[in-house]
């Protein structure tokens, strides 16, 4: 019932006698004339936060988010939500440290999550669907990418989501890792199909900064391994580590977002440290129970248990705890997510504590 | 068709319940109450009866539920007994202030300490000014009908209402229970339709706020509701006894119409005198029963009429109000003192902690009430001195 819906109507009551009162102890006219919002000192807000995973991964996954749509039956856009950040979740599956599971809240729980195996078969639907993620606005800009490692394969991929258009030159992608041909093969072709252009030969970096408004190569030495910024503002040079192939892929993706703004005009400035993350204390453990962990995930039921296992830390994956235990029914569920009536909510804080996942904060009201 | 059973007295409540349609049962366990709710929640269980069954932690929750349910259109029922309905006691309240027609069984259990799991009726007494009817029954018939009943008047009057029967003697004994065709229940006690009821489409408050200008009068309210509703029973216990064949009433005198010497009694051991009455009037003395079926609201005007011009009264009280006297005793006294002549009424306290009550004690009581000349008001019968 909306309240638009209601009636409102101000009556003055006038009991002059016994018989003007009904025999139960009823207000006469509706309660919601009654504002009990101007009661409150302190106000719920609804607020997503960082999850220790998220803060831990190099790519900054957003963990909770395609988790939450994996066990909302979205699996496609669980996957499109790993590509805004992963280029390669199949062989980040192989690959990838996974960080995110050492950092995991349900570790101190009962076991963490199984991240890696999640995000490799989320990820692969889009491989099966031939589904890509949305690119921004085209610039209007050429860039070269030039190389053989991850870190430029993953550099290509994310300049050209940001809207730059690509000439990859490459003759052995993905070098020195051990991959197979297939493997090769299906990343290369999915590049290609993403709308990268794909050049089997090398040229000399001379040419390439004449004919391009920038250019990206993990040949030479870094200057800047926070921007990958060289001398030569048309230059950004970025190389793999080789100790953690993810953030090998999240060197690329920062020397892109670079050009990028360097292309834009904008200054380029370093990634600032990410928001603190809820932590294990910040979880209402109360509304979970212990589950075993799925190690090996290859079917969408076994994806989708072990999704259900997640605490969602800092995201909101509309359990509906607060709605439930708002005492003046003050929050309404409106596109299944909790929106707070503050002309009545009194600000008593008990949606704050109820929610499992940390996502409601208490703020002071000011004035 | 109807038809008998054996019963118990418990299970004769949780038929009444079911005869009576209930819609929402909230109750925790409590000996000797608890076979009642377990026998309806098999009932509910079977699907024998649309009513939810709400599972609580403790009595207190169970009346909150009842109230809600109550409060939202339902018609709602509890059991509790002793300390279960001590806990009750801020929700009788808050039912009666709300006018909400609840129906509860007691079953009169002594209450701790020391422990004792068996019949008195102070549990039962203690709640007397809540503002909830009370049925003091003596059958598992009458725990049966009295459920039904309740339900009626105080659905009119829109007041709980607590059946009480006593733990063991009637609640875990076996006697045939009448059940009645349910269409002929359903013809006396309709769907009940509540006066104001919660809806999520037309918000009100209830049980707010009301300040010294107003809460007088919902006070006045109450005890006018309970003063028509001795009127309330006698029609509805009169249409009752026509569509059930039974005999009851407000109170129930026997042998009373020439009697010199009344025994006012309540609840199961007025079988005991009964039948220490009849034996008693073969022997010619002159001696009648009467009784308390109904405690509140008090029947003042039958209670006069039966025992105005009797040369002397006995009132047999499994209760005591310490530092006073027995509960029904002082009522009645106090309900008499309007009458002229004075009636000389003896109070005898008996029976507590479920002590049995023999017929030869009531015998020994009639002859100590013949026998007294000053007025007691405590008398002890059987206590060990």
Redesign the interface.
């Known amino acids: 019932?909306s309240k638009e819906?209601?009636e409102f109507t101000d009556k003055i009551v006038r009991?002059e006698?016994?018989k003007d009162?009904?025999?139960?102890?009823?207000?006469q006219g509706?309660?919601?004339v009654n504002k009990t919002g101007s009661w409150r000192n302190v106000r719920p807000l609804l607020k997503e936060q960082n999850a220790p995973c998220q803060n831990a991964c190099p790519l900054k996954v957003w963990i909770q988010s395609f988790i939450d749509l994996l066990t909302r039956g979205k699996p496609e856009d669980a996957a499109l939500e790993i590509l805004k950040n992963n280029p390669f979740p199949l062989l980040t599956r192989r690959l990838c440290r996974a960080k995110c599971e050492i950092a995991c809240n349900r570790k101190k729980y009962d076991a963490p999550i199984s991240i890696r195996e999640l995000e490799g078969f989320t990820g692969s639907i889009a491989y099966d669907k031939n589904i890509y993620p949305e690119r921004e606005k085209p610039l209007s800009r050429k860039i070269a990418v030039t190389g053989n490692s991850e870190s430029i394969m993953s550099a290509a991929y994310f300049a050209y989501l940001f809207g730059l258009d690509v000439d990859l030159y490459t003759t052995s992608p993905f070098d020195g890792l051990g991959l197979s041909e297939e493997e090769v093969e299906r990343e290369i072709s999915r590049l290609r199909n993403m709308g990268i252009n794909i050049i089997a030969e090398g040229k000399k970096l001379e040419e390439l900064l004449d004919k391009y408004d920038a250019v990206i190569t993990d040949m030479g030495e870094v200057k800047d391994k926070l921007t990958f910024q060289t001398d030569n503002e048309k230059l950004y040079i970025v190389a793999p580590e080789r100790k953690d192939f993810s953030r090998d892929l999240y060197f690329g993706k920062r020397a892109a977002k670079s050009v990028y703004q360097y292309l834009k005009g904008e200054p380029i400035e370093k990634d600032a440290p990410p928001p603190r993350s809820v932590s294990f204390n910040n979880i209402v453990t109360d509304y979970f129970e212990p589950e075993e962990r799925i190690d090996t995930i290859n079917t969408m039921q076994e994806a989708i248990q072990e999704g259900n296992r997640c605490f969602s830390c800092g995201h909101c994956n509309s359990c509906g705890n607060c709605y439930v235990f708002c005492p003046d029914a003050a929050i309404s569920w409106i596109n299944d997510l909790p929106v707070v009536d503050y002309d009545y909510c009194k600000g008593c804080g008990i949606c704050v504590e109820e929610c499992p996942r940390s996502v409601l904060i208490l703020v002071p009201e000011r004035g | 068709m109807s038809f008998k059973k054996v019963l118990t007295g418990n299970h004769a409540v949780s038929y009444g319940a079911t005869s009576a349609r209930v819609q929402v049962i909230s109750a925790y366990p409590i000996t000797p109450q608890t076979t009642i709710v377990e026998l309806l929640s098999e009932i509910v269980a079977e699907g024998k009866l649309d009513a939810i069954f709400v599972n609580v932690e403790s009595e207190h929750s169970a009346m909150s539920a009842c109230i809600g349910a109550s409060a939202a259109g339902a018609r709602a029922f509890t059991a509790t007994s002793a300390q279960g309905l001590a806990l009750m006691h801020e929700m009788l309240h808050w039912a009666a202030?709300?006018?909400?027609p609840i129906v509860m069984a007691n079953v009169n259990r002594a209450m701790a300490p020391p422990w004792s799991i068996w019949t008195e009726q102070n549990d039962s007494l203690s709640q007397r000014d809540t503002g909830w009817m009370q049925f003091y029954v003596e059958s598992n018939q009458e725990a049966y009908d009295y459920v039904i009943l309740a339900y009626k008047v105080a659905e009119k009057v829109?007041l709980p209402a607590m059946l009480v029967l006593d733990a063991f003697v009637l609640s875990h004994t076996s006697e045939p229970v009448e059940i009645y065709d349910q269409d002929k229940v359903d013809e006396f006690l309709p769907p009940y339709e509540p006066?104001?009821a919660i809806e999520?489409?037309k918000?009100?408050?209830?049980?707010?706020l009301?300040k010294p200008?107003?809460y007088m009068?919902?006070r006045?309210?109450i005890q006018r509701?309970m003063e028509e509703a001795v009127k309330v029973i006698e029609e509805e216990t009169a249409k009752f006894n026509e569509m059930f064949g039974r005999n009851y009433g407000i109170v129930e005198p026997y042998m009373m119409d020439d009697a010199d010497y009344v025994i006012v009694s309540s609840g199961a051991m007025t079988s005991t005198v009964r039948a220490a009455v009849h034996e008693m009037r073969e022997e010619g003395k002159k001696v009648g029963l009467l009784k308390m079926k109904t405690f509140r609201p008090f029947p003042f005007e039958k209670v006069r009429e039966y025992l105005s011009g009797r040369k002397k009264v006995a009132v047999l009280d499994r209760n005591i109000s310490f530092g006073h006297h027995g509960i029904f005793y002082e009522e009645i006294k106090s309900a008499m003192y309007s009458v002229e002549p004075r009636v000389p009424i003896h109070g005898y306290i008996l029976g507590l902690g479920g002590r049995d009550v023999t017929k030869q004690d009531i015998k020994e009581i009639y002859d100590d009430l013949i026998k007294r000349e000053e007025i007691s008001e405590i008398i002890w019968k059987g206590v060990k001195l």
């Not at chain 1, 009162?21 to 207000?27: F, H, N, V």
């Not at chain 2, 202030?97 to 909400?100: N, V």
């Open positions: 019932m819906s209601l009991i006698s016994e009162l009904p025999e139960a102890p009823i207000s509706f309660t919601l | 202030g709300a006018r909400l829109l006066k104001y999520p489409g918000p009100i408050s209830y049980g707010a009301s200008d107003t009068e919902f006045y309210k509701s």
